[in-house]
């Protein structure tokens, strides 16, 4: 079965600081999706990133930034220079490829991390 | 990229009541699921909306308690059965036009009194 961590359920920062989101996940398969998606106190869950598990480059956009590493089964997510609208509930999650009977598409959540970017 | 709605946004209800969630997509997607979002708790799939058949559900979820229905390929419908204050949570739909990337709606904030 897969299992997704995110071991850090509250996070408070300031803003300018950089923040690093730590993700750790459970799988035995070895093609696999990784996630990131950001929900904002309006509760809308938005897309960040995706992964597969055959790329280990680590990737950035603007103010993000995202580090793979399957030595570790890590897919951390840092912001640089915060800002208040980054404050939001940030989900890790992963999605098993294959042709096993339907569960192909299942989305495995962690339990999510708070963040809180203070002026 | 495609607008997925929901109605209602949210709702407050009574207990022993039902209520019919829609989730609108303005684009042809292969795939719509179901989720649950319980207060201060991560997201748990509740169902698959198959086209033209009966819904694959999780452990945990039943047909009787959460029937949904997708009658096409941009539409689908969850309902929330004789609820129970336990069933306050948000709702969400998701959708995808592959195997891996979802794409969420805005979610149904629901509260049963």
């Known amino acids: 079965a897969q299992k997704v961590t995110q071991a850090q359920t509250e996070i408070s920062v300031v803003e300018k600081e950089d923040v690093t989101l730590d993700c750790v996940y459970e799988t035995r398969d070895t093609t696999y999706y990784l996630f990131w998606y950001k929900q904002p106190p309006s509760g809308e869950l938005v897309f960040l990133i995706r992964r597969n598990s055959f790329d280990e480059q680590n990737e950035i956009s603007g103010r993000y930034s995202w580090n793979f590493q399957k030595s570790t089964s890590s897919f951390n997510f840092t912001i640089t220079a915060s800002q208040v609208v980054d404050s939001a509930v940030y989900f890790c999650a992963l999605s098993e490829a294959g042709g096993r009977g339907g569960s192909n598409y299942k989305l495995t959540f962690g339990k999510g991390t708070l963040l809180t970017v203070n002026p | 990229s495609a607008v997925i709605s929901q109605k209602p946004s949210r709702d407050i209800c009574q207990r022993g009541t039902s209520l019919t969630i829609q989730c609108q997509v303005d684009?042809?997607?292969?795939?719509m699921f179901w989720y649950r979002q319980q207060p201060g708790q991560s997201l748990t799939l509740i169902a698959t909306a198959n086209q033209g058949s009966e819904a694959t559900y999780e452990s945990g979820f039943v047909i009787d308690k959460f029937p949904i229905s997708r009658p096409n390929l941009t539409f689908s419908t969850l309902t929330v059965s004789n609820m129970s204050p336990e069933d306050s949570s948000i709702y969400l739909c998701?959708?995808?036009?592959?195997?891996?990337?979802?794409?969420f709606g805005p979610g149904t904030r629901l509260t049963v009194l």
């Open positions: 998701s959708v995808s036009w592959s195997t891996d990337t979802q794409y």
């Open positions: 684009s042809q997607v292969t795939m």
